[in-house]
C-alpha cells in the first residue's frame, strides 16, 4: 500500500487549496479514504472520511468548507478546501486501513497565511 499526497502550499486567507493523494498497492475502490491533518507537536485528527460508497463525514471545524471526493477510475482522492484559515495551517496526511494496518502518505504542509 502506498499514498503520495501532494498540492499544499502557502495561501492567504479565504484562499482555496487542493490536496490529492495517488494510491496503489490495493483495490483502491473497495475502500474508505480519510485526510487527516497535524499540528506541531499534537497528535494527528481526522478532518474527512469518504467511505467506498462515496459517503462523507467532516470533522465539525471543517464542515462546509472542505470537500473530500474520490475518483476510483485513477486511484485518488481529494480534498479540495475552500475559506482557509490560519488555523488550518497543518500538515495534511491521506490514510487508509488495508487488512486492518493503517497506511499513510507522506504528507503534504498547508500554511494559510497573510
Known amino acids: 500500500v502506498q499514498l503520495v499526497e501532494f498540492g499544499g502550499g502557502l495561501v492567504q486567507p479565504g484562499e482555496s487549496l487542493r490536496l490529492s493523494c495517488a494510491t496503489s498497492g490495493f483495490t483502491f475502490m473497495n475502500y474508505g479514504m480519510s485526510w487527516y491533518r497535524q499540528y506541531p507537536g499534537k497528535e494527528r485528527k481526522l478532518v474527512a472520511v469518504?467511505?467506498?460508497?462515496?459517503?462523507?463525514s467532516y470533522a465539525n471545524s471543517v464542515k462546509g468548507r472542505f470537500t473530500i471526493s474520490r475518483n476510483n477510475a485513477e486511484n485518488m482522492v481529494y480534498l479540495q478546501m475552500n475559506s482557509l484559515k490560519s488555523e488550518d495551517t497543518a500538515m495534511y496526511y491521506c490514510s487508509v486501513v488495508v487488512s486492518l494496518e493503517r497506511t499513510w502518505g507522506q504528507g503534504t504542509q498547508v500554511t494559510v497565511s497573510s
Open positions: 469518504i467511505g467506498d460508497d462515496s459517503r462523507t
